[in-house]
T-cell receptor, first 116, second 115 residues
Framework: AQKITQTQPGMFVQEKEAVTLDCTYDTSDPSYGLFWYKQPSSGEMIFLIYQGSYDQQNATEGRYSLNFQKARKSANLVISASQLGDSAMYFCAMRDRSSNTGKLIFGQGTTLQVKP | GAGVSQSPRYKVAKRGQDVALRCDPISGHVSLFWYQQALGQGPEFLTYFQNEAQLDKSGLPSDRFFAERPEGSVSTLKIQRTQQEDSAVYLC?????????????FGPGTRLTVT
């Protein structure tokens, strides 16, 4: 069965510093996609970044980058130059690309607090 | 353009009441998903529509849960005879693509409280 594990319930980071949020996954399918979403206190899930299992390079989107280590089945999110607005819950999710539904399987989430 | 919208944002129901939650996806998005998010947890899949066809309802927790998308756009999630364990945030998401990376865009959710 596919599974996403986020082992850090809560993280603190000083404003302007970088922070890494951990994510490991388990799947036997060779084709899959990995996503990170941000959920502020308002509740809406905001798409941040995507990594496909066959992508040769690590994904980057502005201040967000994904440290993808396929052999270790990890897909950690790196946020550079943290801002106060980055305080939120962060979810790692996996999509089975061989599935005809594309449903996402989410981890438990990590709460990030950015200190001024 | 407009994002995914959901209504109502908050709903309080007495145990045993029926509720209906509405989702307006992004115009033109083929795929529509419903997820249930318990407090402090990650969202869990409930059901999936491709246009008007409900292709996967494996996540619906009981036969009290019913979803429809009759014209391939707006969707309604109905919960009959609500129970306290139904209290959660119900998230709707839509996606333009059926295949490919297919990132999902989420609405703000409906927070259901069953008393």
């Amino acid at each position: 069965a596919q599974k996403i594990t986020q082992t850090q319930p809560g993280m603190f980071v000083q404003e302007k510093e970088a922070v890494t949020l951990d994510c490991t996954y388990d799947t036997s399918d060779p084709s899959y996609g990995l996503f990170w979403y941000k959920q502020p206190s308002s509740g809406e899930m905001i798409f941040l970044i995507y990594q496909g299992s066959y992508d040769q390079q690590n994904a980057t989107e502005g201040r967000y980058s994904l440290n993808f280590q396929k052999a270790r089945k990890s897909a950690n999110l790196v946020i550079s130059a943290s801002q106060l607005g980055d305080s939120a819950m962060y979810f790692c999710a996996m999509r089975d690309r061989s599935s005809n539904t594309g449903k996402l399987i989410f981890g438990q989430g990590t709460t990030l607090q950015v200190k001024p | 353009g407009a994002g995914v919208s959901q209504s109502p944002r908050y709903k309080v129901a007495k145990r045993g009441q029926d509720v209906a939650l509405r989702c307006d996806p992004i115009s033109g998005h083929v795929s529509l998903f419903w997820y249930q998010q318990a407090l402090g947890q990650g969202p869990e899949f409930l059901t999936y529509f491709q246009n008007e066809a409900q292709l996967d309802k494996s996540g619906l927790p009981s036969d009290r849960f019913f979803a429809e998308r009759p014209e391939g756009s707006v969707s309604t999630l109905k919960i009959q005879r609500t129970q306290q364990e139904d209290s959660a945030v119900y998230l709707c998401a839509s996606s333009l693509e059926v295949s490919g990376r297919g990132e999902q865009y989420f609405g703000p959710g409906t927070r259901l409280t069953v008393t």
